[in-house]
């Protein structure tokens, strides 16, 4: 775990992607089978994700994850450092980690221990069957006491999930594939397959990856869309078959054997809030991974997406909200078909045996429509008619594409247009987590209302690193109160947001919320007095309801 710890901050201390990979695989190279395996779960999988760890109690198998909550940390670290809470989260505050304020805090009160991978990995599970409070608070302190700070900061970030060091599981991919000689496109066909990246390392290096078959009941990656700014930039739109993009929530469906399991697309599970759904793609013959969205439906057409919003993170629904709220899956594309991958089909192929496989099922179900254009023109007419149909824009997959999973290379583009864009106000400001930690990079903003600003969003997307750290001193200085790692500012920064749409909220003082707003730009140009106002605001928001009527009507 001490090499572990060091590897990590070198490739934590590396801007460049290669010279990341490189350190990474070096390191693999150096390691047993059995550290290998666990140093790519500790990366990318969990502290003890794909071991067996079942236990029965009471006669049942009992399946947990591992959670070790942020207040179980801060007491083990008050117990070994005698900190007050109150400075011990000042300090957590400054630093915006758990693992490397702790490791700082520590720094001179432990004994300088080494640990190997295999004695972490042995912690871990102690701390994983241990159930009371107490007694993890006790396992961590006795760990804070014994091992160098330095290792410390990764074991207790492994236990966060937050390596926050610059590294993503793809990387971690070409890692492996580097340092086992295997084929990049082997490693990722095979951890799509299997969903657990440290099993596929070891199975790389002993060259039998071609031995790993598809596991299902695990998220695989999703295939991502290039934007598509300006359709004349399109230069053959007959290449291309078009579907709506729609305004839901992506998803990917996973059957077998009347077992159907609605994964999100942060990976995580959210069969509970659509049971319905379950229960249609329960009949589906075979087995089966689908790619489509989660959509608020009624009167065979999608609702806005604020409908929807009420049945998000829900581990179960009432009848009343299921009938209230009705839900349709639109799928618009497949990854798996009676257990085996057909990715590297073409969408002509795929398309086929999509209709195939979910053509008997309710109508709670249904595929996604396609249509063709010779020219731009039929492409923006196509746009407007996908807004008219309530949906975002359009999805264009190039004829005879394969699914390229965790990639943007323009076989799929989405074309869709900001609902408008508002000056607003900074009123107050965030640090941010990781190489931002020490920045104001998150930023609550607002519109003018008499001689106030009132809030209507929070974005942290859009401007530069450079940009940043400018705003962080500017905005420093117009620092009036400070709330743990949020600011609140004098209000003088401008900035220009777009947004998909405007809905009501209870939690923002302006009564309204932009929703999915993205910084355009720092309107250096402009003064505050100068900013949008929550009639303009307001304006925009019944605009959009009188043209989900008309729609309604049409």
């Not at 394969?402 to 408008?420: C, V």
């Not at 400001?429 to 600003?453: I, P």
Request: net charge positive; hydrophobic share 40%.
């Amino acid at each position: 775990m001490d090499r572990f710890a060091e590897t990590c901050e070198r490739v934590a201390a590396r801007s460049s992607r290669l010279r990341k990979v490189a350190i990474l695989a070096a390191y693999f190279q150096q390691l047993s089978d059995t550290d290998l395996e666990t140093a790519v779960r500790f990366l990318c999988c969990g502290p003890v994700a794909g071991l067996p760890l079942s236990e029965h109690l009471f006669g049942k198998q009992e399946a947990r994850t591992f959670a070790v909550g942020r207040a179980v940390l801060r007491d083990a670290a008050l117990s070994v450092t005698g900190l007050e809470p109150d400075l011990y989260r000042m300090c957590n505050s400054e630093v915006g980690d758990s693992g490397e304020t702790i490791a700082l805090l520590v720094r001179g009160l432990s004994s300088g221990e080494s640990l190997s991978l295999a004695d972490a990995q042995r912690f871990y599970l102690r701390l994983y069957h241990t159930r009371l409070t107490a007694d993890r608070v006790r396992l961590l302190a006795e760990a804070l006491r014994a091992y160098r700070p330095a290792t410390l900061k990764y074991l207790l970030k492994v236990i966060t999930g937050g390596m926050r060091i610059g590294l993503q599981e793809k990387m971690v991919e070409e890692a492996v594939a580097a340092a086992t000689g295997a084929s990049l496109d082997e490693v990722r066909s095979a951890n799509n397959r299997l969903g657990n990246l440290a099993a596929v390392a070891l199975a790389a290096r002993q060259n039998r990856l071609h031995t790993i078959e598809a596991r299902l009941f695990h998220p695989m990656q999703f295939m991502l869309a290039k934007p598509l700014d300006d359709v004349a930039d399109l230069e053959q739109p007959s290449a291309f078959w078009i579907e709506d993009k729609y305004d839901g929530i992506r998803s990917q469906v996973h059957v077998e054997n009347g077992k159907a399991v609605i994964y999100g697309r942060g990976m995580d599970e959210m069969t509970g809030a659509f049971p319905e759904l379950a229960g249609a793609f329960a009949r589906v013959s075979g087995s089966v991974v689908l790619d489509g969205e989660v959509l608020a439906w009624r009167d065979g057409r999608a609702l806005a997406f604020t409908v929807l919003q009420q049945r998000i993170a829900r581990k179960s629904v009432s009848r009343d909200l299921i009938d209230s709220i009705p839900v349709s899956f639109v799928a618009y594309d497949i990854l798996l078909r009676n257990g085996e991958m057909v990715l590297d089909r073409p969408i002509e192929e795929r398309r086929a045996l999509l209709v195939d496989a979910i053509e008997p099922l309710p109508n709670a179900v249904r595929v996604s429509a396609q249509y063709e254009a010779a020219s731009a023109e039929e492409v923006d007419r196509l746009f407007e008619d996908a807004r008219i149909r309530g949906n975002e824009g359009l999805l264009l997959k190039r004829r005879g594409s394969g699914y390229e999973q965790g990639r943007r290379s323009g076989a799929w583009l989405k074309m869709k247009r900001p609902y408008a864009t508002l000056d607003v106000v900074i009123t107050a400001a965030e640090q941010g987590n990781g190489k931002r930690a020490t920045m104001l990079s998150d930023y609550t903003f607002g519109v003018r209302s008499g001689d106030r600003f009132v809030n209507v969003g929070k974005a942290y997307s859009g401007l530069t690193d450079v940009e940043i750290r400018e705003l962080t001193r500017i905005l420093r200085g117009a620092t009036v109160e400070r709330f743990g790692r949020v600011a609140l500012v004098r209000p003088e920064i401008v900035l220009e947001v777009a947004f998909d749409g405007i809905q009501k909220s209870a939690r923002h003082k302006a009564g309204f919320a932009l929703r999915f707003p993205r910084i355009v730009r720092w309107r250096k140009d402009k003064r505050p007095e100068e900013s949008d106002d929550l009639d303009r605001v307001r304006t925009l928001y019944e605009s959009s309801l009188n043209l989900t009527a008309a729609r309604e009507r049409e």
